[in-house]
């Protein structure tokens, strides 16, 4: 029974995942605007149980969205839809599930590529393999056809009025999404799609609409089944260009405008050379655009692309909330966040783009160097020990090892260059997922370390010289993707420093002549506070214990999970902690905890920021959440500013943060305190909201759960000095 209920709910996430939705209302609407169409439904149906038990046969697990499910569901419904119902018909529907379950995992690797490095969304590349195969076996085997060039949306007789006409078109149009082309499949569907995103419902009939647009400006000549090509790829192209794989920004909706023009010029022009051959295009044009767009406009062409595309498609209400409070926080996506590779402060010589050496495959890349009265050097600058840079420390920025190192280069004279060995003495570290940390120019027989060794944060890897193709001394530091000296270099930015003495940055990407100084860390608070795998708090409140627990998924991301079953993901590093993407049931404890710790910089200092968290974490009462929603129709984030201070008397950390929210009715103000010990992280934490405090709780102990060889153990607290 409980593997029928598993079942079930896989299928519903597989019809709702094109729209990327968690609710399983979105689901069975989608199923049910197929069953609008028995037999269409009824193929879509037989391909994705047959998927099902595939990928259950054969011990694979289930792609991000229940990919292959979902593509091979549409595989059946794209024969449904060409051929008459009869028993091959659905034999075969079922076959196509079978063999869409290999087609999705092996088309995942070959698009992804080793260490993801091509990075090719999956999109429906596994649906047309499938779908084509299919109707050329049906073809084969002489399937009786239902209709060669499916035409729709075509209008009955009782249909009355030009206005009517439209809106059956229109609501067949977006039934098409799913080979029904039905207004009441139009409806269903178009209420899943509100249910999901309101933006995806927006950019789904705006695609379609530019579309058919195009094609009445430059198509002269009806064709049959044109204009439901080009409304269906339309559609798509604008969902996943504009909502789904790129936060909706204004360039975001350019780029999906442009995208549903290639898709539809495709389009017609797959359907002229596919005619004679009797293969229908289906979804290709919207798959080779979208191909097109993310293969070309990414971090190695380009940095203006650097950080546009998603590291995994989102729902782009979340997107855009993430995407304010990534700006506030600077945890940026598709970059690799890097430490200081130094002590104290240095300069920027030259930045990503710089005018002399990063530039192409090596734009992402930093050079410092040390100023004193806007020089780098003192005496006449003749010797290098006259240079203020020359013989520092250089540290790693990460953690990682040692995969190749160089140290007997000499180093050049002032003003002179080896443009033999460009780069000099050097330590390169591996960081894992293909990605290496390239430290340059470094000073020959400094460096103390063998390729193998494992580096952390901070540890010292050779003094900074002027080898390699290097007039001055000064430190290189990049990423870069593979280990060949040399590389292509990908984005990374600077965390947990401060740009020109005064902003704390934890996402720093310093312009030339803009100083970088290293903070001090922590380690003993970042002990207590990290999430690590198996930590657990328990709080008070009131009369009520409540516990949090750090849970490491299969990708290596780390959740808090509440003992009231909500949940939030915890980014972790050395210098900060970072609270994003609340998930689960309602708990306003633990939404309370987000808002006083959501951004935590394990430093020894007292320190100020801004924050961004998402406004829905506020527990507002109804009409002020439709007054927030009426103000912000496609997600809000709160305006936080944070400040964090050490209390001698208690000897803890406090963390005070004031929150406000603009609503259609008004402004709303919060305040959120969360007190920190060095040795047992948070120990306290509250939220106000109009001078009532709605959340508090005390920690009364913490401790580890334990693993296979490593005890259990806990710490009861009697009594904390923030109670």
Not at 279 to 306: I, M, N, Y
Not at 350 to 358: K, M, P, S, Y
Not at 637 to 654: G, I, K, M, P, V
Request: glycine share 10%; proline share 6%.
């Amino acid at each position: 029974m409980r593997a029928l209920s598993d079942a079930l709910r896989s299928l519903l996430d597989a019809y709702g995942a094109l729209f990327l939705a968690r609710q399983r209302l979105v689901g069975a609407l989608v199923l049910a605007a197929t069953l609008c169409d028995l037999a269409t439904g009824l193929c879509g149906l037989a391909a994705g149980v047959a998927a099902l038990l595939t990928r259950r046969l054969l011990l694979l697990p289930a792609l991000p969205g229940e990919a292959e499910i979902l593509n091979a569901i549409y595989a059946g419904l794209a024969l449904g839809a060409f051929y008459a119902s009869e028993p091959r018909l659905f034999a075969l529907a079922a076959f196509g599930g079978l063999l869409g379950v290999p087609l999705a995992s092996a088309l995942r690797q070959i698009l992804a590529g080793p260490f993801g490095a091509r990075s090719l969304p999956l999109l429906g590349a596994p649906f047309l393999c499938t779908a084509w195969t299919l109707l050329a076996v049906a073809k084969g085997i002489a399937l009786p056809l239902r209709t060669v060039w499916p035409a729709w949306p075509l209008l009955p007789d009782w249909v009355p009025g030009e206005a009517a006409a439209a809106a059956f078109s229109a609501l067949s149009s977006i039934g098409a999404l799913f080979f029904v082309a039905n207004p009441l499949a139009g409806i269903l569907v178009m209420t899943a799609l509100l249910v999901a995103s309101r933006i995806l419902a927006l950019l789904a009939v705006a695609g379609a609409l530019l579309a058919n647009l195009l094609l009445a400006q430059f198509s002269t000549t009806p064709v049959p089944g044109l204009a439901l090509l080009v409304t269906y790829n339309g559609a798509l192209v604008a969902l996943f260009v504009g909502g789904l794989l790129a936060v909706p920004t204004r360039r975001t909706l350019l780029l999906a405008a442009g995208a549903v023009l290639v898709a539809s010029a495709l389009s017609a022009g797959m359907l002229a050379l596919s005619a004679g051959v009797g293969v229908p295009p289906l979804s290709a044009p919207f798959v080779l655009t979208v191909w097109l767009a993310s293969a070309a406009l990414r971090a190695e062409s380009s940095a203006s692309w650097g950080r546009f595309w998603l590291a995994l498609p989102a729902c782009p209400e979340e997107s855009l909330v993430n995407a304010r409070l990534a700006s506030a926080r600077g945890l940026a996506s598709g970059s690799t966040a890097l430490l200081p590779p130094f002590a104290g402060r240095m300069s920027v010589s030259q930045a990503v783009d710089g005018a002399h050496t990063h530039q192409g495959a090596w734009r992402y890349a930093l050079d410092f160097v040390v100023l004193v009265d806007a020089q780098s050097y003192c005496r006449a600058g003749s010797r290098l020990s006259d240079f203020h840079a020359f013989n520092l420390p250089v540290l790693s920025p990460v953690r990682g090892h040692v995969a190749a190192i160089r140290n007997d280069i000499a180093d050049n004279p002032p003003g002179e260059m080896n443009l033999v060995e460009n780069w000099g003495n050097h330590v390169l570290i591996d960081i894992g997922g293909g990605l290496y940390v390239l430290l340059a120019h470094l000073r020959r027989g400094s460096i103390k370390l063998s390729p193998g060794d494992n580096v952390t944060p901070g540890v010292l890897l050779g003094r900074c010289g002027n080898s390699g193709r290097s007039p001055q001394p000064h430190l290189h530091m990049h990423v870069q993707r593979g280990a060949r000296l040399g590389s292509p270099t990908v984005p990374f930015h600077l965390a947990h420093c401060l740009i020109n003495g005064r902003e704390y940055a934890f996402d720093g990407q310093p312009r030339e002549g803009q100083t970088v100084e290293a903070l001090t860390g922590n380690d003993a608070l970042s002990t207590a506070f990290a999430p690590r795998p198996g930590r657990e708090w328990l709080f008070k409140s009131g009369a009520k214990e409540w516990r949090l627990a750090a849970e490491t998924g299969l990708l290596g991301d780390t959740r808090l999970v509440s003992s009231a079953g909500g949940s939030v993901l915890a980014s972790s590093a050395r210098s900060l902690l970072a609270l994003h993407q609340r998930r689960g049931s309602p708990d306003m404890l633990l939404d309370a905890f987000i808002l006083a710790f959501g951004m935590t910089p394990f430093a020894a200092q007292a320190l100020r920021w801004r924050d961004a968290a998402d406004a829905s974490l506020l527990p507002l009462p109804l009409s002020l959440r439709l007054a927030r929603r009426l103000r912000h129709p496609f997600g809000a984030n709160l305006d936080s500013h944070c400040e964090r201070r050490w209390d001698a008397t208690r000897q803890l950390w406090r963390q005070h943060s004031r929150h406000r929210l603009r609503t259609a009715s008004g402004e709303i103000e919060a305040e959120s305190f969360g007190w920190i010990s060095v040795t047992r992280g948070p120990v306290a934490f509250s939220l106000v909201i109009a001078g009532h405090t709605l959340a508090k709780a005390v920690l009364v102990g913490y401790g580890n759960r334990g693993d296979h060889g490593v005890p259990a153990w806990s710490a009861a607290l009697l009594k904390t000095s923030a109670s």
